[in-house]
Every structure is written in structure tokens, then in C-alpha cells.
């Protein structure tokens, strides 16, 4: 009797798990995002194709693991711009398998003039290494990072709601309810970040990699210097001291690293110009936690507003 019990138990638990649909999406802000607007339906998942810490996953090469969750997807979410081309790569690879999954691409939910402005003001170029990927054209020389900025976040989450509203009708409800709560508050969460560059007498600042230029044209703060070259490398000698220059000229409130321990370059340049270093989180990794990345952006709220203190 029991054991007749435990197979229909069985058998129930693998009928649900065959109901339940899958969407693959490629690193953290856009598993935050999906996670966020599916929220509460029981028969869909959000996998994470690939997770770790550290920078920006431009140019990963995927286990054979993470290629098996390509395998099993019913819909596939990527960021586009380039910043997740991994993706594009391996779906090429694996096309003749997978046939025609359903793509969203949450960049396609920002405007064709807001990313020609960015273009005009980033230095961001789509060829970051030596290797040779038919991707690298996707960049267009647009920076990526546009997550970082909450306003930017919110526009994505709009356009990721409209399209999982149209692959899931039925769910279509609770997909926009979710998806407007979450672009809600993010949109709050822009309107702080604004609020508070527009009150600081001094918004010049340091960054050591060119992943807050979103942040910075949706809030007002400037971007008086980025420490890391086009490519990621450091600086030649000559370019150095025309930074350490430029700084010392601009007198800006600080240096912001990604993490902590701080590069050596930043130290260096911290000591030279006498300019303070602080920590702004681009939220490009996180935990499961569903606040974490609201959480990592107001403790970035409370640094900028620190920084300013320590600045004046």
C-alpha cells in the first residue's frame, strides 16, 4: 500500500515537473529581472545560465553543464549589447537541437535615441580581447551596463513583462502585475538618484571601469575620468599622469571600484591625488535573495551620499 502510495506520489511530482516551463536566462540582473515578473506562478522557472562573482561576463566560454540548461529551456532571456554574446554563441551552436526557442533580449526595451546618446558619450568598444567571435559586432560600440542605471532597469522590465505576457497568455494577470510593481519601484529608486546628484554641490567622480555611464547620464553625475583604458587595460605612463592630472584639476568626490579589495591602480592614483576610494556595486552578480539587487542599490544610494559628505 505504501509503496503503491509512493509511486503515485512520484508519478504526480514528475507529471508537474513536465507542466512546468523553463526560461534560461544568461547572468544575474537578468535573473533578477525575470524572477522578479514571474514571480508567484507555479508553473514556470527561471534558471541562471551561469553564476559565480567577479566582473561582467563579456566573453565566458560555457561548461558543458551550463549548455546543458540551453537544452532544457522553453524561453531564453538575454541583456543584449553584446554583454552576454556567450549566449548568442552557444544558442548558434546548439540551433540544429534547441529549433526556434522563443528570445526576449531585455535591451530592445530602450530607445534607439537614448542608446545613440550613450554611443556619443561612452568609450565602450565591442572588441574587448584577441579572439575572433562573429559576435563582437552586436556591441556597436554601446556600453551595456545599462541595468546599472534603476531608470534604465525599469524600461527593461517594462519590455520583459510585454513579452512574456505574449508567450504566456494565461498568465498574463499576474505577469503585468508583478512586472509594473517591479518597474515601480525602480522608477523610485531612479527618482532618488537623481534627487540626490541634483543636490550635491560637487558630482564629478572617478570610476575604475566604464560600467556606470548609464548611471551617470540618467542622474546628473560626471564622469570626470575612467582608469581603465578601452579594453580593460591599465593606463600607458603617459596616460597616467594625464589622469592623475585631470583629477587633481577636477577635484572629484571620489574613486568607485566595483569591490573591494581595491585594484592597485586605484590605490596608486588614491594616494596621489589624495582622493578618497569608495565601493559602487554594479549588481552584475548577486544571491537568490529577490531584494538583493534593490538592497545593492540603495547601500549605493548611501554611498554616493557619503562620498559627498567626505567630498566637500
Not at 525575470?34 to 561548461?63: A, R, W, Y
Not at 568598444?125 to 556600453?143: I, R, T, Y
Request: negative net charge.
Amino acid at each position: 500500500m505504501l509503496f503503491s502510495l509512493f509511486l503515485m506520489a512520484c508519478s504526480k511530482s514528475t507529471e508537474n515537473d513536465q507542466k512546468k516551463q523553463t526560461i534560461l536566462t544568461s547572468f544575474y540582473p537578468v535573473w533578477f529581472m525575470t524572477s522578479q515578473i514571474v514571480d508567484s506562478i507555479d508553473d514556470i522557472s527561471v534558471e541562471l545560465m551561469i553564476n559565480g562573482s567577479g566582473g561582467c561576463p563579456h566573453n565566458l566560454s560555457l561548461t558543458p553543464r551550463e549548455m546543458q540548461k540551453l537544452y532544457d529551456a522553453d524561453v531564453i532571456v538575454s541583456h543584449g549589447l553584446g554583454i552576454d554574446a556567450f549566449l548568442d554563441h552557444a544558442v548558434e551552436i546548439a540551433k540544429a537541437e534547441i529549433g526556434d526557442v522563443p528570445r526576449i533580449v531585455l535591451s530592445d526595451g530602450i530607445s534607439d535615441s537614448i542608446k545613440s546618446v550613450i554611443a556619443g558619450e561612452s568609450n565602450w568598444q565591442a572588441d574587448h580581447d584577441d579572439h575572433e567571435h562573429e559576435h563582437v559586432q552586436s556591441f556597436d560600440g554601446l556600453n551595456p551596463h545599462c541595468w546599472v542605471s534603476p531608470k534604465r532597469a525599469a524600461e527593461e522590465v517594462r519590455h520583459l513583462t510585454v513579452e512574456l505576457a505574449s508567450i504566456f497568455p494565461e498568465h498574463t494577470a499576474i505577469l503585468l502585475k508583478n512586472g509594473n510593481s517591479t518597474a515601480s519601484r525602480l522608477d523610485s529608486l531612479a527618482i532618488k538618484f537623481s534627487d540626490l546628484a541634483e543636490s550635491l554641490p560637487n558630482q564629478k567622480i572617478v570610476t575604475v571601469h566604464d560600467a556606470y555611464i548609464w548611471l551617470s547620464h540618467d542622474t546628473g553625475l560626471d564622469i570626470v575620468a575612467t582608469l581603465e583604458t578601452e579594453g580593460g587595460s591599465e593606463p600607458s605612463p603617459r596616460e597616467l599622469n594625464e589622469l592623475i592630472e585631470t583629477i587633481l584639476t577636477e577635484q572629484p568626490i571620489g574613486i568607485f571600484i566595483q569591490q573591494e579589495p581595491a585594484p592597485d591602480l586605484a590605490m596608486m592614483v588614491s594616494e596621489r591625488t589624495k582622493t578618497p576610494i569608495f565601493v559602487l556595486d554594479p549588481v552584475s552578480y548577486g544571491t537568490p535573495d529577490p531584494e538583493y539587487y534593490f538592497e545593492v542599490m540603495e547601500k549605493n544610494y548611501l554611498t554616493l551620499k557619503l562620498a559627498a559628505i567626505k567630498g566637500k
